[in-house]
């Protein structure tokens, strides 16, 4: 099985994520041990952005990996394990909020694909970034 970052890698759908990483110097954290549940967006996802954001967060790398590290939980949550619970607490800090309906989203995205595991964790594909604050 492949780790997190491998996975990204390997998806034609996360090439704005995986070079969002490797800006914000965050692969090899993402390839550590873990475990860790990723909340991650789709390049479809991350061109829903107001224009330029993206180039603006590549210049501005601390607020960069604050967006990212917002996507990341501590542990390997599940589906059916972030169902049970109101909301995680990311590793930036923020609360992620957990809604509970037909579809399963976390705070202003819907999860499109969940439970892909990796060897460090395990990702949830979403149809937009998650917004802080």
């Known amino acids: 099985m492949a780790d997190i970052v491998d996975i990204a890698v390997g998806s034609e759908d996360f090439s ?3 070079a969002a990483v490797q800006a914000a110097d965050l692969v090899e954290t993402l390839k550590s041990p873990g475990p860790f549940t990723v909340f991650a967006p789709t390049d479809a996802a991350f061109a829903q952005l107001p224009a330029g954001t993206i180039q603006t967060l590549l210049q501005n790398i601390p607020q960069l990996s ?3 590290t917002f996507h990341v939980v501590p542990g390997k949550l599940t589906q059916a394990d972030l169902q049970s619970l109101d909301s995680v607490t990311s590793v930036e800090g923020s609360p ?6 037909d579809t399963f989203e976390v ?15 395990i990702i949830h594909v979403l149809d937009r970034v998650l917004l802080m604050g």
């Open 66 to 68: 604050r967006i990212l």
């Open 16 to 18: 704005t994520l995986v």
């Open 107 to 121: 705070k202003n995205a819907t999860v499109v694909a969940a439970d892909i595991e990796a060897d460090n964790g």
């Open 96 to 101: 992620i909020p957990i809604q509970k309906s």
